[in-house]
Nanobody
Framework: QVQLVESGGGLVQAGGSLRLSCAAS????????MGWYRQAPGKQRDLVAT???????NYADSVKGRFTISRDDAKNTMYLQMNSLKPEDTAVYYCNALKSWRTYWGQGTQVTVSS
């Protein structure tokens, strides 16, 4: 089993920056892909960015050029650097990990961008 804990969310003005962290623990060996998802009130959970064990990244069109996903395997931690934040980025952000055909989720961290 894998446990994921997000941190770094908060309130920021439009144009500002935040860095989210996701710390993984438990049976963390051989995690293949990790990613960030977000869910705004009344909407479905959408993919933000993913990163594979080889370092390949994928981003939603809405965040390309503004967000950067990275992974530090030595620290068992994944990051999402968010720059040029917009009010539309307001959501609960969730960490996700894929291992052995199973998916794991963190509890989420709130990001609120004011105008």
């Amino acid at each position: 089993q894998v446990q994921l804990v997000e941190s770094g969310g908060g309130l920021v003005q439009a144009g500002g920056s935040l860095r989210l962290s996701c710390a993984a623990s438990g049976s963390i060996f051989s995690i293949s892909t990790m990613g960030w998802y977000r869910q705004a009130p009344g909407k479905q959970r959408d993919l933000v960015a993913t990163i594979t064990s080889s370092g390949s990244t994928n981003y939603a069109d809405s965040v390309k050029g503004r967000f950067t996903i990275s992974r530090d395997d030595a620290k068992n931690t994944m990051y999402l650097q968010m720059n040029s934040l917009k009010p539309e980025d307001t959501a609960v952000y969730y960490c996700n990990a894929l291992k052995s055909w199973r998916t794991y989720w963190g509890q989420g961290t709130q990001v609120t961008v004011s105008s």
